[in-house]
Structures are given as structure tokens and as C-alpha cells.
């Protein structure tokens, strides 16, 4: 059994989709160990995304997620981390193939719907971040 950090960002949240994708990770099998709706600050939004401090679009992230509630979920399951990541398909939406959560629902690179843990380290790293 592995866990995982999933966080349906403020777009999801807007248009309506947590039901939608709650259903899919569920139906896929996986179980929500503990889940959190609440508007996240700039700090704990920085750290998450601290690997990208240097990246152009840094602050539009931040901006973009903290600008609203999001539903962050610790979800378990046999190799979760993975199976969470083919499930949200590719960050970039002209790759996102249809049938994963990306590639149904999200149309920009930056407003992707739905974050998945990319590692172990990472899962490890956000899990606690997030729920402490
Ligand atoms: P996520 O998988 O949560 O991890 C990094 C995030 O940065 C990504 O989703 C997008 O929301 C955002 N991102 C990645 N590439 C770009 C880009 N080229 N322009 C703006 N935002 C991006």
C-alpha cells in the first residue's frame, strides 16, 4: 500500500468537478484517508511548489492557488503514486490524453485542475506538508 498527496486546485473546486473526481479516484479503487477543503495561504503554497521558485511562472502559480478553496487529499492504494499520475494524465493539456482527468476536463497549462505527487520523496514530503 502506498499514499499519496492529491490537491483538486481552485479551478476544479469553481467548476464544479470534485464530485466528478472524488468518484473517479474511488471508482478506480483507491481510498481517502483524509481530505480538506480550505483556501491554502501563500506560505504553505510556496513550499509546496518550492522546486519552481525560480521558474517564470512561480508567481502566477501561487496566485492561481491560492486564490480560492482546494481539496487536498491523502489517497491510498497499491502503487497510488502512479497509478494517481496516469489517472491526472500530462501537465500540458495538448498531451493530457482523453480519459484521464486532464485530458477530459482541463484546457491550460497552468490551470490543470488537479495536482498528484510525482515520487515517493515527494509524496512523503507534501503529505506532511499539507496535513502536518
Ligand atoms: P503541477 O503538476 O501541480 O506542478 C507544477 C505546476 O506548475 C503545474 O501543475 C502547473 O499548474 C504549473 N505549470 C507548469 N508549467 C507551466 C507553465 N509553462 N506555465 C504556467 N504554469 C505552469
Same mark, same amino acid.
Given at each position: 500500500m502506498e499514499r499519496t498527496f492529491i490537491m483538486i486546485k481552485p479551478d476544479g473546486v469553481e467548476r464544479k468537478l470534485l464530485g466528478e473526481i472524488i468518484s473517479r479516484i474511488e471508482k478506480k479503487? &483507491?481510498?481517502?484517508i483524509r481530505a480538506k477543503l480550505f483556501q491554502p495561504d501563500r506560505e504553505l503554497v510556496e513550499e509546496h511548489y518550492i522546486e519552481h @521558485?525560480? @521558474?517564470? &511562472?512561480f508567481e502566477e502559480i501561487v496566485e492561481y492557488i491560492t486564490r480560492g478553496s482546494v481539496m487536498a487529499m491523502e489517497v491510498e492504494g497499491d502503487s497510488a503514486i502512479e497509478m494517481m499520475r496516469n489517472m491526472i494524465g500530462a501537465t500540458d493539456p495538448k498531451k493530457a490524453l482523453p480519459g484521464t482527468i486532464r485530458g477530459d476536463f482541463a484546457y491550460s497549462i497552468s490551470e490543470n485542475i488537479i495536482h498528484g505527487s510525482d515520487s515517493k520523496e515527494s509524496a512523503k514530503r507534501e503529505l506532511k506538508l499539507w496535513f502536518g
Open positions: 479503487g &483507491f481510498r481517502i @521558485k525560480d @521558474k517564470p &511562472f
